[in-house]
């Protein structure tokens, strides 16, 4: 009995260590830091200020990025990256860009714990997934769990434009976006 019981407790530790038992942090801010705290520290362009928020730009994977910060009692509470740039010529270039921040994601925090390609009505595509992604015929997702938290990190198109974003929400965040209007 005495050993089956440690058998247990090492399956217990080896289960719980396989997901990301890492803190969740955003930019290297931990999940509660203070706006103060984040306005001393980041390095990247600061654009503005509002809905409780931090808006930043910067380069990720030589792209351009709005970095955008959400407080809420003054504490962080979730940091998205939005890829904003427009590839009208080469919609490929959405897809690749999402796979090389997908690699340096799975380099960091091992392979997703949910990766999908959801397709809608299995259409084909000659000159590749970018074209799919822009007409919205295909959203791309994957996901990472933490103890604190989870990253997410969507690629789709809203009917009007092809959006990329990477969310790291804590637990504590809570959606007040139908209530208060826009959200950062």
Known sequence: MKKELIILLVLMVVVTGIIHAEELTFRGFPMGATKTEVRQGEDAEFIDEGNGGL?????LSTKQFLILYTF??????SGMYYFSQDYVSNPNIYV???DNIKSNLVDKYGKADNSNRNWINNPTFDDGLGSAVKTGELMINDGWEFDNGELSMTLGNNGEEVLFGIIYEGDNYEDNSQSTGDKL
């Not at 809420?72 to 509470?77: A, D, P, R, S």
């Open 55 to 59: 808006v930043y730009l910067d380069t």
């Open 72 to 77: 809420q009692n003054n504490k962080l509470v």
């Open 96 to 98: 690749n860009t999402y």
